[in-house]
RNA sequence: GGCGCUGUAGCAAAGUGGUAAUGCAGUGGACUGCAACUCCGCCAUCGUCGGUUCGAUUCCGACCAGCGCCUCCA
């Protein structure tokens, strides 16, 4: 029962060992709160959750942190357009942040670090930066210039191990110009000046505000400490994120690694299209979720394996909630009960291979058939096992009998009318007025109501 | 130019050197007053062309088509 799982920096799959069993520590790179997050936002908060549900089954102990990045020049300017005071801007974005991610059915992780939190942490870690030559307080004419501190890569010899790069044959300044105070044109800012206006705190290189990368390896190594088992976010942030992090942290911690497994999610596209201001295309979770249950949107991120890119689309999600809804039909009726994770079980050595969800699903649906079929004790084992599995990929979380009856959009017949109308079939049925009872499912059916009969009664289901 | 990814049924999506899970949709049948639900069944030779092999969708090469990063980005 080993937990393998790709390493980006070795790129293949590997065995995971932690460094300490009794606390796997894992950090995810979280959003910078200047705007509801798109669904793009999302595929990470969700697969790496999942992975956090995993280790927990794994390991008596596990820390996992996902920062709030509430400093960021993208905020700053947001405010100035808007003239919202900045504080607003970011406690609004996380709040709402933290809402959608509860609505996808993810754990709220252990540790929530907000980047202006750590601005001393920060400091000091440029400070050690400077101090060991990895760094440089720019040397330049213009006023304007003053107060960056930048890091120095040609100070690290193994930069460019994550992303496979050379510096010295990308195009360097191919499309944003280079600073005329880097030393070097890959160099990057680890301390930048803040005007009056901007927010900012005083340090040894003058009023100013960390520069992206810094933030996750100060908190890092604040809160999970200079080596972790397991740094996550979108494929994206390989390079230059990442890869800077990397530098950063392990340039200031003696060369320790900073995560012995890196792991990153492939890309959600839109119609084929990646998501882009330009397009126009982003797919807000906030608007996803008018139209569509939270477990439907995170079955659709489950559905396809993390690391390969996924097409939203309304076929997309339209689909998965037929298929929940196929899975909750088999559950429903069949009294609740506590999960019992099955280890041994498809489903969970599926997720142990790097997290495959979507064939851990695919048992899930086996799993849903054969509660469906089973009686008495067996169909207890095999519910316990079913929801063993769905609790791991957070999936079938609601009582079947309300994913059922919740009403799904605007101007929907209440429970009360749909009662009544059922009723009122009834009557007709037994007067064998059969024209009367169609008329009245049909009327229903147009409304987004079925109607399933047994010999129990009649059961009804919004569609 | 550098680094890298993808191409499997209508759609979605796993996977393996020995003729391809699963879901949605479709379809034949059982059940039903008729339906729905459920159950039984059907529905692909894995981008193209070569090579290696007894045998390749799975390995190698070329090509075609799409895509990502190299700037902020999940």
């Known amino acids: 029962m080993n937990l393998k799982l790709y390493n980006s920096i070795a790129r293949e799959k590997q065995d995971f060992q932690p460094i300490d069993p009794h606390n796997v520590t894992m950090y995810v790179c979280g959003p910078t709160v200047y705007n509801y997050v798109h669904i793009g936002n999302a595929r990470p908060a969700v697969v790496f959750d999942t992975l956090y549900r995993v280790l927990r089954a794994i390991y008596p102990g596990v820390t996992y942190a996902r920062n709030i990045t509430d400093i960021d020049d993208k905020i700053i300017n947001k405010s100035n357009d808007l003239s919202i005071d900045i504080n607003k801007i970011t406690n609004k974005f996380s709040d709402a942040y933290f809402e959608d991610m509860l609505a996808l059915n993810t754990l ?149 690694p900073l995560a012995n497994f890196w792991m990153h999610n492939g890309f959600i596209n839109i119609d084929g299209e990646k998501m882009s201001k330009s397009l126009g295309n982003f797919r807000l979770v906030r608007d996803l979720l008018q139209q569509y249950p939270g477990e439907v949107l995170r079955y659709v991120i489950l559905s396809s394996h993390y690391r390969s890119e996924q097409n939203f689309s309304k076929d997309l999600l339209d689909s998965a909630w037929r298929t929940l809804d196929s899975l909750y039909g088999f559950i429903r009726g069949v ?39 089973a009686k008495g004790d067996e169909q207890i084992a095999l519910m316990q096992e079913l929801k063993g599995l769905s609790d791991i990929l957070g999936l079938l979380q609601q009582d079947p009998e309300q994913w059922f009856t919740l009403a799904r959009g605007d101007n929907q017949l209440s429970a009360e009318q749909i009662e009544h109308y059922i009723q009122a079939r009834q009557q007709a049925k037994q007067d064998k007025d059969f024209a009367k009872a169609d008329q009245i499912r049909q009327q229903l059916l147009d409304s987004g109501v079925v109607l399933e009969d047994s010999r129990e009664g009649t059961q009804w289901r919004r569609s």
């Not at 790097?354 to 799993?367: F, G, H, K, Q, W």
Request: proline share 6%.
């Open 108 to 256: 709220e992780p252990d540790v929530i670090p907000y980047a202006t939190q750590h601005i001393p942490d920060m400091i000091q870690m440029v400070e050690t930066l400077v101090e060991k030559g990895h760094a440089y307080p720019a040397d330049s004419q213009i006023e304007a210039d003053k107060g960056n501190v930048l890091f120095s890569v040609p100070s690290m010899s193994k930069y460019g191990e994550l992303s496979k790069r050379n510096l010295d044959e990308q195009e360097a300044g191919a499309r944003v110009e280079v600073a005329g105070y880097k030393q070097y044109a890959g160099d990057f800012v680890l301390w930048k000046p803040s005007t009056e206006k901007e927010p900012g705190w005083d340090s040894p290189w003058g009023r100013g505000r960390p520069g992206w990368h810094l933030e996750c390896s100060a908190m890092i190594k604040k809160h999970l400490g200079e080596t972790i088992d397991i740094h996550g976010g979108g494929h994206d942030l390989i390079f230059p994120h990442h890869e800077n992090e990397i530098a950063q942290s392990c340039c200031a911690n003696d060369g320790k």
């Open 335 to 373: 009294a609740p009960i506590e999960s019992l994770l099955n280890s041994s079980g498809d489903g969970f050595k599926a997720l142990l291979d790097d997290l495959n969800t979507p064939v851990a699903i695919s048992e899930l649906y086996r799993l849903a058939k054969a509660v469906n079929q």
